[in-house]
C-alpha cells in the first residue's frame, strides 16, 4: 500500500506505478528517489470515539456535555469527562481546559519561550559596528540581562552564559563611553568668567 | 549544582531564511526547535504518534558543488593568467577563493543532500536539521529503535502465540517492525 499519495519534494501525485517496493518509490516529475520507513502505527485501527448518551438518571454525565455519559476522569481536575472530552495528552487523561491551562514548568508542555538571553546578547554586540548607537544599547542590553535572569530560558539550552556575556559587553561600552566623554571634557578649555 | 538535562541534542542547528532549527531527543518524543535568536517555538513528535519517516533526495548538495567548483574554476583560470601575463597572482584575487575552496570541501565532507519528512495522523512535517544522508542515518539509528519501542503493543504477536478463537489484537494487520533500508544513501559521492 502506497504511504502517501503525494511527493514530499515536489508536491505532485505519486502514481501507482511509480512505487518500485513497499518501501522506495521513484517520482518521475522531479526525479526523486524517496524512501519511507514506516512503523506500526500507520497500519493501526483507529478507533473512533463515540460518547455514551446518558439514558438513566443516575448515570454520571460529563462535566462539559450534560447528556454525555461519563467514561473518565480528568487526572488533572478530576472532573468527570465523556470519551469526547478525554484526551490523551503526554501519557495523561486531560480535558480541554487542563490542556489549555497546563503549567509551563514542565519541558514537555511549553510551546514557545522568549529568550531574554539572545535578545540582550544580541542588542549588546551588533550595534557595536555602528558605535555611536552603543550608548543607548549598552544600558539597554544590561537592563534585558537583568530583567531575563530569572526568566525561564531556553528549554534545550539552560545556562546563563549569555545573560553574562551580555552585561559584560554591555559594561564595557558602558566604561569605554565614560572613559570617552571624560577624554573629551578635559581637552575642551575650561570657559572662564 | 547542574540540572538534569530533559533533551539530549541529535543534530546542530541548521539555519533558514531568519531561524535555525535543531533536533532534540526527549524522553518518549522528539522536539524541533526553531529559533529566531529572540524566541524559540517548540514542535513535539510523540513516538507513539510517528507513522513513517520520509527521506527524498535533494539536489542542493550538486547545486552547491557545481556553483562552487565554477567559482573556483574561474578563479584559478584568474590565477593562471595573471601568472602568465601579469606580475604574479595578486593577494586580492585569494581573497574569494579561500572561502570558495572552503564551501566546495565543507560541502564535500558532509556529503549528499536530503529532505526529511515524518509523517503522523495529522500531518507530514519537514525536518530541516536533517538535511544530510551522514547525518540521516545516524539520527535513524537512535530514533528508530525508540520508536519501534513506544510502538511495541502495535505489533501483533506470533500466530502461535494467538490463543485459538482470541480476538486479535488491535492493530492485528500490522507488518513485521521496520528496519532501516541499508541503501539508504548509498552511491554519496562522499560517504
Not at chain 1, 2 to 20: E, G, I, M
Not at chain 1, 42 to 54: C, F, G, K, T, Y
Not at chain 2, 122 to 148: D, G, N, Y
Not at chain 2, 171 to 178: D, F, H, Y
Request: with cysteine; aromatic share 8%.
Amino acid at each position: 500500500m502506497p504511504l502517501a499519495s503525494n511527493c514530499p519534494s515536489c508536491h505532485r501525485t505519486l502514481p501507482r506505478d511509480s512505487w518500485l517496493n513497499e518501501r522506495q518509490v521513484h517520482c518521475r516529475n522531479c526525479d526523486a528517489d524517496i524512501e519511507f520507513v514506516p512503523f506500526p502505527a500507520l497500519h493501526a485501527n483507529r478507533s473512533v470515539v463515540r460518547s455514551e448518551a446518558a439514558t438513566l438518571g443516575e448515570d454520571a454525565t460529563c462535566f462539559f456535555h450534560a447528556t454525555n455519559r461519563a467514561a473518565a476522569v480528568c487526572n488533572g481536575c478530576g472532573r468527570l469527562l465523556c470519551s469526547v472530552c478525554a484526551v490523551d495528552f503526554a501519557g495523561q487523561c486531560l480535558c480541554p481546559t487542563c490542556i489549555a491551562n497546563r503549567p509551563t514548568s514542565r519541558p514537555d508542555n511549553v510551546s514557545s519561550r522568549m529568550l531574554w538571553d539572545g535578545a540582550a546578547l544580541m542588542i549588546a554586540t551588533l550595534p557595536i559596528i555602528v558605535w555611536p548607537f552603543t550608548i543607548v544599547t549598552a544600558p539597554t542590553a544590561i537592563g534585558l540581562a537583568i530583567y531575563g535572569w530569572n526568566k525561564p530560558c531556553s528549554l534545550v539550552r539552560g545556562s546563563r552564559v549569555r545573560l553574562v556575556l551580555a552585561m559584560i559587553l554591555g559594561a564595557a561600552q558602558l566604561v569605554g563611553w565614560v572613559a570617552f566623554l571624560t577624554t573629551v571634557l578635559r581637552a575642551t578649555p575650561a570657559v572662564r568668567h | 549544582m547542574a540540572r538534569p538535562r530533559f533533551y539530549r541534542r541529535l543534530t546542530r542547528s541548521r539555519s533558514g531564511v531568519g531561524t535555525y532549527s535543531s533536533l532534540w531527543l526527549g524522553p518518549d518524543h522528539l522536539l524541533l526547535v526553531t529559533s529566531t535568536g529572540f524566541s524559540e517555538s517548540y514542535q513535539r513528535y510523540y513516538f507513539r504518534d510517528v507513522q513513517a519517516l520520509v527521506v527524498s533526495d535533494s539536489n542542493r548538495f550538486v547545486v552547491l558543488l557545481a556553483v562552487t567548483g565554477v567559482a573556483l574554476f574561474f578563479l584559478g583560470i584568474s590565477a593562471l593568467m595573471a601568472v602568465l601575463f601579469g606580475n604574479g597572482v595578486s593577494p586580492w584575487i585569494m581573497l574569494p577563493t579561500i572561502p570558495t575552496f572552503i564551501v566546495f570541501l565543507w560541502n564535500l565532507i558532509l556529503g549528499r543532500t536530503c529532505k526529511v519528512h515524518i509523517v503522523t495522523g495529522v500531518q507530514t512535517v519537514p525536518l530541516p536539521p536533517l538535511s544530510r544522508f551522514r547525518r540521516t542515518r545516524r539520527v535513524f539509528a537512535k530514533i528508530v529503535p525508540l520508536i519501534e519501542a513506544a510502538q511495541a503493543s502495535l505489533v501483533p504477536p506470533p500466530i502461535g502465540d494467538t490463543p485459538t478463537g482470541a480476538p486479535p489484537a488491535a492493530g492485528a494487520n500490522v507488518a513485521a517492525a521496520p528496519e532501516i533500508s541499508p541503501e539508504l544513501g548509498s552511491g554519496a559521492a562522499a560517504s
